[in-house]
Nanobody
């Protein structure tokens, strides 16, 4: 069974930084594209960033491009999301998920991803 566990969320002031981690258990994460999504209260879950299995290709939502960086350490079975220059609009629950189809191009579509984690709360507020 594929399991993903997110961590690293918290409360941060505008302009601050956080690094989220997505750790895999029960499977080798290196085979899969991994995506980060977020859901703000009352809004639909939206794609934030994704990274190909090799780490050679990444994709970002326009709202976070230039501020967030996705990376992976396959030796540690973990994907990271470094979030800088955080804004109140970045507030939400952040989820990671794995694309079960191998070697597919990484796109920010919920339909391409499964095995969702439980999420980690990020709150950006002064």
């Amino acid at each position: 069974q594929l399991q993903l566990v997110e961590s690293g969320g918290g409360l941060v002031q505008p302009g601050g930084s956080l690094r989220l981690s997505c750790a895999a258990s029960g499977f080798t994460l290196a085979y899969y594209n991994i995506g980060w999504f977020r859901q703000a209260p009352g809004k639909e879950r939206e794609g934030v960033s994704c990274i190909s299995s090799s780490g050679g290709s990444t994709n970002y939502a326009d709202s976070v491009r230039g501020r967030f960086t996705i990376s992976r350490d396959n030796a540690k079975n973990t994907v990271y999301l470094q979030m800088n220059s955080l804004k109140p609009g970045d507030t939400g629950i952040y989820f990671c998920a794995a694309d079960p189809v191998l070697f597919r191009r990484c796109v920010l579509s919920r339909a391409d991803f499964g095995s969702w984690g439980q999420g980690t709360q990020v709150t950006v507020s002064s």
